[in-house]
Antibody, heavy 116, light 110 residues
Framework: EVQLVESGGGLVKPGGSLRLSCEVSGFTFSIYTMNWVRQAPGKGLEWVSSITGSSNYKYYIDSVKGRFAISRDNTKNSLFLQMSSLGAEDTAIYYC?????????WGQGTLVTVSS | QSALTQPASVSGSPGQSITISCTGTSSDVGSFNLLSWYQHHPGKAPKLMIYEGSKRPSGVSNRFSGSKSGNTASLTISGLQAEDEADYYCCSYAAGNVYVFGTGTKVTVL
């Protein structure tokens, strides 16, 4: 059974940093592109970042370039999102997804709240 | 990287059919055959319902169907059921190796 479990969310002050993790099981992690997708309160889904299986390529939505860094550890079946210079606009549920053209598996999400 | 355009809400009675549209541009929907649809019940993980425009993953009811023409894609739900009440999002792969989601449509079963 494919499982994706996010962790690391919480309350952080504006300008602060947070590191999200996603542990996966049930498939060969290293061959899949992985993503972070977020949903702000009352808003729609928004793709944030992608990383290819071998970490050769990383992509970001414009609004997080220079502030967020995606990474993975294929030996630990884990995906990460290092977030810095956080602002209120980053408050959201962050989902980890697997993709092969479409986002076929999703985690339950972890909530990040940026507030003073 | 503008969001794809979807109607804010669509409603129908049980047993009826409804269609949700998803309009993009030649840089996303019109250029790639990687258009997918997701069902999202609040508080739960989104679920893939359609991929590559018209294909259904294993386990998804055949009441859900998708199509695409030019820069516009559509999701049709036939034989509407109470359990179909949810938010629906389209998503397209786009130029620059990014993904763009739609604005989302709330489906209400009357």
């Amino acid at each position: 059974e494919v499982q994706l479990v996010e962790s690391g969310g919480g309350l952080v002050k504006p300008g602060g940093s947070l590191r999200l993790s996603c542990e996966v099981s049930g498939f060969t992690f290293s061959i899949y592109t992985m993503n972070w997708v977020r949903q702000a309160p009352g808003k729609g889904l928004e793709w944030v970042s992608s990383i290819t299986g071998s970490s050769n390529y990383k992509y970001y939505i414009d609004s997080v370039k220079g502030r967020f860094a995606i990474s993975r550890d294929n030996t630990k079946n884990s995906l990460f999102l290092q977030m810095s210079s956080l602002g209120a606009e980053d408050t959201a549920i962050y989902y980890c997804t697997r993709s092969s053209g479409s986002h076929d598996y999703w985690g339950q999400g972890t909530l990040v709240t940026v507030s003073s | 990287q503008s969001a794809l355009t979807q109607p804010a809400s669509v409603s129908g009675s049980p047993g009826q059919s409804i269609t949700i549209s998803c309009t993009g541009t030649s840089s996303d929907v019109g250029s790639f055959n990687l258009l997918s649809w997701y069902q999202h019940h609040p508080g739960k993980a989104p679920k893939l319902m359609i991929y590559e425009g018209s294909k259904r993953p294993s386990g998804v009811s055949n009441r859900f169907s998708g199509s695409k023409s030019g820069n516009t894609a559509s999701l049709t739900i036939s034989g509407l059921q109470a359990e179909d009440e949810a938010d629906y999002y389209c998503c397209s792969y786009a130029a620059g190796n990014v993904y763009v989601f739609g604005t989302g449509t709330k489906v209400t079963v009357l």
